[in-house]
């Protein structure tokens, strides 16, 4: 159901940024995001439903795990189904039976996972089907009326996406042109009153082109704001610092999104440097390789060791996976189990998926309950103690360093 306010509208878009708390020490924020299929709390990490399907689980499933907001993927539902289909059934919402919200790329990802099928212009991409072979150009223009077809709550620009490892002018002329997009985007956005578009920074590693980057989309006063080019191969050092930069110059009244970040360590180091959204497929493709994600690392059922092993995944962990059961003798599904289905049936895919989503939800809604109490120092320290086992000699140097750039200390005491 829509929920939009007066207040949501003051700013001329349909979204309402309520701060409710910063961390005393880093850069971590905790704030309540209404937007027109409800109130979206944050730090967020929003599963990746590509196809308008999150692989592995149902529309209802994904609900019962408290998710308030999911990811479609514009390149692909514009192929399939299309656009007069969505046309037809009235936006992606009803398409795939979800209330609440919904948040779509604008399919420059594509630029870079389907590179040999692309090509670049100032016009915009021109691609070649994956399904077909048969001719298509996203045009910002394009995107926007895609994304208005879809009827998602967030919709992104059409940006120029560079691969991180590439360097030099070509950067530089994706910055400028990610700009120049922006503005035909807004332009052509037919729905500003109920679908908010982000501007996305682009500039590569490139620090002065980040910061000329933010300068400009600031200037646009877009609803939100996210941090694309990233998580594409760079090292974590340079991820932090681009973050970290960004960070400090983007609104601090507005949402800041950092693109295609999921591993837990990324995300927990990531709300430090005041991210609030982060989106990911890794916890849903690693399930499909028989990969669980839990408090001490990631473990793969798959392993034999597994095989008479009867604890859950993850011991006090609420998923519906692992959470106990009355009618069970008080047990939740067991490690044996899993493994048993994760070795040749679709099912251990399916039960690792709702757990590896939950406990990224869950994540974050910890780390959320953290900055509210102002104790995201000791919340960062223990998931680091559990992840490591206790062992400090195995924490990443580059997180270490990020995070003493914003006053977390994880080697003391």
């Not at 967030?154 to 070509?170: C, E, K, S, W």
């Not at 930069?245 to 800041?256: A, F, W």
């Not at 798959?302 to 009867?310: I, L, S």
Request: include cysteine; charge should be neutral; hydrophobic fraction near 35%.
């Amino acid at each position: 159901m829509t929920t939009t306010t007066p207040e949501m509208n003051k700013a001329g878009y349909a979204l309402k940024f309520d701060l409710l708390k910063t961390c005393s020490r880093s850069k971590a924020r905790a704030a309540n995001m209404t937007l027109p299929h409800g109130v979206v709390e944050t730090p967020m990490f929003m599963p990746v439903a590509t196809q308008a399907s999150l692989k592995g689980i149902t529309p209802e499933q994904l609900e019962q795990l408290d998710c308030r907001i999911c990811l479609n993927n514009t390149y692909h539902l514009g192929l399939k189904p299309g656009q007069e289909t969505l046309d037809a059934v009235g936006g992606a919402h009803k398409l795939q039976s979800w209330s609440r919200n919904i948040l779509t790329d604008s399919g420059g990802f594509q630029m870079v996972s389907l590179l040999k099928l692309a090509t670049i212009t100032e016009e915009g991409v021109n691609f070649l089907s994956p399904h077909d072979g048969s001719p298509m150009l996203l045009t910002p223009e394009h995107s926007i009326s895609l994304q208005n077809s879809i009827g998602s709550d967030i919709i992104m620009q059409l940006d120029d996406v560079v691969a991180t490892l590439t360097t030099g002018p070509r950067v530089e002329e994706a910055m400028h042109r990610s700009v120049r997009w922006l503005d035909r985007c807004i332009a052509a956005h037919k729905h500003p009153e109920r679908q908010n578009i982000f501007a996305i920074i682009q500039g590569g590693l490139d620090l002065d082109l980040r910061r000329k980057c933010c300068d400009e989309m600031t200037k646009r006063d877009t609803p939100g704001i996210a941090i694309g080019g990233l998580s594409g191969g760079e090292d974590k050092e340079s991820y932090c610092s681009v973050v970290n930069l960004c960070t400090s110059i983007l609104p601090e009244n507005k949402p800041r999104y950092c693109m295609g970040v999921g591993y837990a360590e990324d995300l927990v180091v990531s709300v430090a440097l005041g991210a609030d959204l982060f989106d990911c497929v890794y916890p849903t493709r690693t399930a499909r390789f028989g990969n669980a994600i839990t408090k001490h690392g990631v473990i793969n059922l798959k392993n034999r060791q597994y095989a008479d092993d009867f604890g859950p995944l993850e011991e006090g962990c609420r998923c519906p996976v692992c959470r106990p059961r009355a009618d069970n003798n008080g047990m939740g599904m067991t490690r044996a189990m899993i493994a048993h289905l994760a070795a040749k049936e679709t099912a251990g895919a399916h039960l690792l998926t709702l757990h590896n989503v939950y406990y990224q939800l869950n994540l974050m809604r910890t780390a959320r309950a953290a900055i509210l109490r102002d104790e995201y120092p000791a919340f960062v320290r223990q998931f680091f103690h559990d992840w490591y086992s206790g062992d400090k000699t195995q924490y990443p140097k580059w997180a270490v360093d990020a995070l003493r750039t914003v006053g977390i200390e994880l080697l003391e005491g």
